[in-house]
């Protein structure tokens, strides 16, 4: 049996997602350009909400993680956000 949070992310929650994801810095499109990429079509709504979390920080902290110049800290020490990290860092 599937949880809910094992459960694919619909169409229309991808497409809120893929617009919220936009952001500021080209490189960090480039991140999540390719991230989407591979993984929309298996993305859970447990990564959904972690790439939300990492979608609140601020374009330089978010690039900081995506290039492995820092690791998540405090609130963002989540399985989901841990997850989804490991999945944007992927070459």
Do not use: H
């Amino acid at each position: 049996m599937t949880t809910a949070t094992d459960a694919l992310i619909d169409e229309r929650a991808l497409s809120k997602l893929k617009w919220r994801c936009r952001r500021g810095l080209l490189e960090n499109d480039l991140f999540i350009e390719r991230f989407f990429q591979r993984y929309e079509a298996t993305l859970t709504e447990r990564q959904a909400e972690g790439l939300r979390v990492l979608m609140e920080l601020a374009d330089n902290d978010l690039m900081d993680l995506l290039m492995a110049r820092k690791e998540p800290e405090g609130d963002l020490q989540r399985p989901d956000v841990l997850e989804v990290l490991g999945l944007l860092r992927t070459r």
